[in-house]
């Protein structure tokens, strides 16, 4: 019997067509589910990066929650009907913000006028590790204050005072494990003594107590998520 040429021919087609869609769909499913990969694969991404633009107006709050587990904190401005403006960062539960307590700091004197302590402005390119100072109380830690009554200019703490664009350290627990991160803000204090905070990004490490670099947000162990994606949404973050 003469043997069919054609049967290997559509087989050879049929296999090539096959491989063809899992390839896309293998090269779809990676791009989409970067951030649960970065999950599933620790030691190869180590940073989760989400890049965001939120400005916390006049008596905003901005819930910044990094993972699903307990990571969160709060950044805040109040108007008070005395004249005050503040700016204030807190860590909910055992999370902390990374400055000092009153009295003097790295920037100057930390006299906050509700108390509480003061979080530092940090300098793109340095480290948040166990070896700097963190604030955790339920009052937050004071970024910003201005009084403005008859006259505006009074200006204080670390970022009303020395910085408008810097990084905020963090401090937080996942299970019982300490691990560290950044928020990237600017903070404007206009002549009207209104304080304007927008936040541009924010990232945390995945490892338990390795340091972080603040700005950080390119190599190998970056991975990169955007709010409301997948791999944004696989972090644990809404």
């Known amino acids: 019997m003469k043997p069919s040429s054609q049967s290997p021919r559509k087989q050879s087609m049929l296999s090539d067509s096959l491989q063809r869609r899992l390839n896309a769909y293998a090269l779809a499913a990676s791009a989409a589910g970067v951030g649960m990969l970065a999950l599933a694969q620790p030691a190869e991404a180590r940073i989760i990066y989400t890049k965001t633009h939120h400005v916390i107006g006049t008596g905003g709050t901005y819930h910044l929650r990094l993972d699903d587990k307990g990571a969160d904190f709060l950044i805040y401005q109040r108007l008070l009907r005395s004249g005050w403006s503040l700016l204030r960062a807190e860590g909910l539960g055992d999370n902390a913000v ?13 006299y906050p006028s509700s108390g509480g302590g003061c979080a530092d402005a940090l ?3 340095s ?10 109380n339920r009052k937050g830690a004071l970024m910003a204050e201005t009084f403005c009554s008859e006259n505006c200019g009074y200006r204080a703490g ?4 020395n910085r408008a664009d810097g990084y905020l350290g963090l401090k937080f627990k996942i299970g019982k494990q300490i691990h560290y991160g950044w928020v990237h803000m600017t ?3 206009p002549d009207n003594g ?3 905070a927008t936040v541009l990004g924010y990232a945390y490490e995945t490892i ?3 340091p972080i670099i603040t700005g950080k947000t390119k190599g190998l162990d970056v991975v990169t998520v955007q ?4 791999g944004h949404l696989a972090a644990g973050r809404k």
Not at 227 to 230: C, D, K, T
């Open 127 to 136: 480290a948040v590790s166990s070896k700097r100072t963190f604030v955790a």
């Open 208 to 210: 338990a107590n390795k």
């Open 158 to 161: 670390p970022w009303g005072r």
């Open 194 to 196: 209104t304080i304007k």
């Open 227 to 230: 709010p409301g994606s997948l």
């Open 123 to 125: 300098l793109k390119g």
């Open 187 to 189: 903070v404007l204090v």
């Open 98 to 110: 990374e400055g000092y307590a009153t009295g003097r700091g790295s920037w100057g004197i930390c």
